[in-house]
């Protein structure tokens, strides 16, 4: 039996794991792994990093699961193979490096925002941010870690294929609205986020040859127009960050056609520690800042109140992080 402060003097030791990675995924180690027959000098050669030290480096990510050693050979791990192999179309290591400078900024600013509050200008909209982020790890994210599900999701409703018209509301890189209209031919759609996204959104939309169906539209939704005539909207975590969420609402009932589907996808926060830890800790920067947080039913009943019928909620463990609520519901 340890002794019980060991519950917490552990933890620090994550922060090792994280650093770990990180370096490994900046020296692009897992794509010289690729190669057969990697020992330790070649990867030296790749590399250019001490010799000691890299394979102190090994042994780390050979902890972590992420390689092997075979007779004196490194080869990676099936998830180090799908993941973080630089250059592939699954890579995920900026989704990775760039959810960590996120959290390392968030822990800087904790103490602070614990003294002295949430400053207004923490509130103030941080849409060059997005747009850079938007260029790499959202993309990355929403195309290899979120669109499988997405597309399984809306594959469940069945008259979906009729639809014509879709909103992609604060859409980021774009990429979930164009997996889905790619996948069905009848239908256009709006992108629709900050207009500092445009230029990346374009670009996504010219990569999925879909110029002729699909439009980029920049504004704030909270002041702006976001259309009319939609079948359907899609709107994941982003309801976070209005202020008024129900007069939001109001405006996604009203641009929909009647009998038009809203898919909501955001994380709710109740107070099982069981169920809600992750999701507590993944949200705690953010709700320091004062940005709004969901507890369970908090959505649905926002939901209700402006007119929607509920056709479905459930949570859902395939999205990054932590579980997920997703509520699908019609005009
Ligand atoms: C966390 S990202 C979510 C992106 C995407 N929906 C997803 O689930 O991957 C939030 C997005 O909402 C956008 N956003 C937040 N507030 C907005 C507003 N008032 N007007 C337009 N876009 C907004 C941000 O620019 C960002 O791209």
Same mark, same amino acid.
């Given at each position: !039996?340890?002794?019980?402060?060991?519950?917490?003097?552990?933890?620090?030791?994550?922060?090792?794991?994280?650093?770990? %990675?990180?370096?490994?995924?900046?020296?692009?180690?897992?794509?010289?792994?690729?190669?057969?027959?990697? +020992?330790?000098?070649? %990867?030296?050669?790749?590399?250019?990093? @001490?010799?000691?030290?890299?394979?102190?480096?090994?042994?780390?990510? =050979?902890? !972590? +699961?992420?390689?092997?050693?075979?007779? *004196?050979?490194?080869? @990676? *791990?099936?998830?180090?193979?799908?993941?973080?192999?630089?250059?592939?179309?699954?890579?995920?290591?900026?989704?990775?490096? /760039?959810?960590?400078?996120?959290?390392? /900024?968030?822990?800087?600013? !904790?103490?602070?925002?614990?003294?002295?509050?949430?400053?207004?200008?923490?509130l103030?909209k941080?849409?060059?941010?997005?747009?850079? =982020?938007?260029?790499?790890?959202?993309?990355?994210?929403?195309?290899?870690? $979120?669109?499988?599900?997405?597309?399984?999701?809306?594959?469940?409703?069945?008259?979906?294929?009729?639809m014509?018209k879709m909103l992609d509301l604060g859409c980021?890189?774009?990429?979930?609205g164009?997996? $889905?209209?790619?996948?069905?031919?009848? %239908?256009?759609g709006v992108l629709f986020d900050f207009?500092?996204? =445009?230029?990346?959104?374009?670009? /996504?939309?010219?990569?999925?040859?879909? +110029?002729?169906?699909?439009?980029?539209v920049g504004g704030d939704i909270q002041n702006d127009e976001i259309g009319s005539n939609y079948d359907f909207i899609w709107c994941s975590n982003i309801f976070y960050f209005f202020e008024n969420k129900d007069e939001v609402l109001e405006k996604i009932y009203k641009a929909l056609n009647p009998n038009g589907i809203l898919i909501s996808a955001h994380?709710e926060?109740?107070?099982?520690?069981?169920?809600?830890? +992750?999701?507590?800790?993944?949200?705690?920067?953010?709700?320091?800042?004062?940005r709004t947080t969901f507890k369970?039913m908090h959505l649905s009943q926002a939901f209700e109140k402006v007119g929607f019928r509920n056709i479905n909620s459930?949570?859902?463990?395939?999205?990054? %992080?932590?579980?997920?609520q997703i509520h699908i519901v019609r005009k």
């Amino acid at each position: !039996m340890n002794i019980g402060i060991n519950k917490y003097l552990t933890m620090l030791l994550e922060q090792n794991k994280v650093e770990v %990675l990180a370096i490994a995924l900046k020296l692009k180690l897992f794509m010289y792994l690729e190669e057969e027959n990697i +020992d330790l000098e070649k %990867l030296l050669s790749y590399l250019n990093t @001490n010799k000691e030290n890299t394979q102190i480096l090994l042994e780390a990510l =050979a902890m !972590m +699961d992420l390689i092997k050693k075979e007779k *004196s050979f490194y080869i @990676n *791990s099936s998830l180090a193979k799908k993941y973080f192999v630089y250059n592939t179309s699954s890579y995920c290591g900026d989704v990775f490096l /760039h959810r960590k400078e996120l959290s390392t /900024h968030s822990r800087k600013v !904790m103490s602070k925002l614990i003294s002295e509050g949430s400053a207004k200008q923490a509130l103030a909209k941080n849409s060059k941010l997005w747009a850079n =982020a938007s260029k790499k790890s959202l993309k990355q994210e929403q195309k290899n870690l $979120i669109s499988k599900t997405v597309l399984e999701i809306v594959q469940e409703i069945q008259d979906f294929p009729k639809m014509k018209k879709m909103l992609d509301l604060g859409c980021s890189s774009g990429v979930l609205g164009l997996e $889905i209209i790619n996948k069905y031919p009848n %239908l256009s759609g709006v992108l629709f986020d900050f207009p500092d996204l =445009a230029e990346v959104v374009k670009e /996504h939309i010219s990569e999925y040859n879909l +110029d002729n169906r699909v439009k980029f539209v920049g504004g704030d939704i909270q002041n702006d127009e976001i259309g009319s005539n939609y079948d359907f909207i899609w709107c994941s975590n982003i309801f976070y960050f209005f202020e008024n969420k129900d007069e939001v609402l109001e405006k996604i009932y009203k641009a929909l056609n009647p009998n038009g589907i809203l898919i909501s996808a955001h994380v709710e926060i109740g107070e099982e520690k069981e169920q809600y830890e +992750d999701s507590f800790f993944y949200f705690l920067g953010l709700k320091l800042q004062g940005r709004t947080t969901f507890k369970p039913m908090h959505l649905s009943q926002a939901f209700e109140k402006v007119g929607f019928r509920n056709i479905n909620s459930y949570t859902t463990e395939q999205f990054p %992080l932590t579980k997920t609520q997703i509520h699908i519901v019609r005009k």
